[in-house]
């Protein structure tokens, strides 16, 4: 599905520029609060309100599944919204 293998291709190309920011900045709480704002702002340009709050229900919901998956040194599965 080229869904699928475009999310796969960026995401593995996104991991090796993050991680060479990380080695760069090395601030990731100011690095995910960037992040963050760009994703907020990526989903609300095609998301209501009502949608935006139930996607970050999800996303809460989710921490502790990617902490446990972070913990797992990168297995390569990720979990995505």
């Known amino acids: 599905m080229k869904i699928s293998n475009d999310m796969n ?27 963050m704002k760009a994703t907020v702002e990526l989903y609300l340009s095609r998301l209501s ?13 989710s921490v502790a599944e990617i902490r446990k998956q972070n913990i797992e040194t990168h297995s390569g599965s990720k979990v995505i919204h």
């Open 9 to 35: 291709k960026f995401s593995q190309e996104f991991e090796l520029w993050l991680i060479s920011k990380n080695q760069e900045y090395k601030d990731p709480l100011m690095m995910g609060a960037v992040l």
């Open 49 to 61: 309100d009502e949608d935006m709050h139930n996607l970050l229900d999800v996303v809460a919901e």
